[in-house]
T-cell receptor, first 114, second 108 residues
Framework: EAGVVQSPRYKIIEKKQPVAFWCNPISGHNTLYWYRQNLGQGPELLIRYENEEAVDDSQLPKDRFSAERLKGVDSTLKIQPAELGDSAVYLC????????????FGPGTRLTVL | GQNIDQPTEMTATEGAIVQINCTYQ??????LFWYQQHAGEAPTFLSY????GLEEKGRFSSFLSRSKGYSYLLLKELQMKDSASYLCAVKSDYKLSFGAGTTVTVRA
């Protein structure tokens, strides 16, 4: 089965510019997660979707971050405007509701803000 | 809040055994996971413990003591490809909280 797909893999932008990341979860996985991983740290949850509903966005900095999963399949995470501190790897993961014990991660998008 | 501690780095020799400890203090507990992450790659699932005791999967084993807030990942017969970061993660409700990871370096 195909894994979680993310694009782009790398993105370099200047501060104050907008940026968007895309994720396509494993087919049939209802639950989708966006994480941010800073260098030398573990992933931190930004938002969790159950189908098209954001059920946990408590850690999402809503002043500049937004996310959507309109049809309950693929998802987009946006930052506008980006700040230097947003440089990190943005990971998408998915799981099924029945087996939400295991989350499958995509390769991530490495964002560098200059 | 969640507090998950694991050593930053460990070094071992090929063929040896290494034990990575993880201690946690969390509000709520629905299981503990170990993930492996090679540099520049996605974390991949290694093991899951929800009850006390040892879970063995090939060369990898994971142990949990809920009363002590403690887990360890045991890597046996180390191979060069085991050089990676190992992440301890605690699940509370549907949320996974990760430790900072332990970088294991396997030397020939």
């Amino acid at each position: 089965e195909a894994g979680v797909v993310q694009s782009p893999r790398y993105k370099i932008i200047e501060k104050k510019q907008p940026v968007a990341f895309w994720c396509n979860p494993i087919s049939g996985h209802n639950t989708l997660y966006w994480y941010r991983q800073n260098l030398g740290q573990g992933p931190e949850l930004l938002i969790r979707y159950e189908n098209e509903e954001a059920v946990d966005d408590s850690q999402l900095p809503k002043d500049r971050f937004s996310a959507e999963r309109l049809k309950g399949v693929d998802s987009t995470l946006k930052i506008q405007p980006a700040e230097l501190g947003d440089s990190a790897v943005y990971l998408c993961a998915s799981s099924t509701r029945d087996r939400d014990n295991e989350q499958f991660f995509g390769p991530g998008t490495r964002l560098t803000v200059l | 809040g969640q507090n998950i501690d694991q050593p930053t780095e460990m070094t071992a020799t090929e063929g040896a055994i290494v034990q990575i400890n993880c201690t946690y203090q969390t509000s709520g507990f629905n299981g503990l996971f170990w993930y492996q992450q090679h540099a520049g790659e996605a974390p991949t699932f290694l093991s899951y413990n929800v009850l006390d005791g040892l879970e063995e999967k090939g060369r990898f084993s994971s142990f949990l003591s809920r009363s002590k807030g403690y887990s360890y990942l045991l890597l046996k017969e180390l191979q060069m490809k085991d050089s990676a970061s190992y992440l301890c993660a605690v699940k509370s409700d549907y949320k996974l909280s990760f430790g900072a990871g332990t970088t294991v370096t396997v030397r020939a």
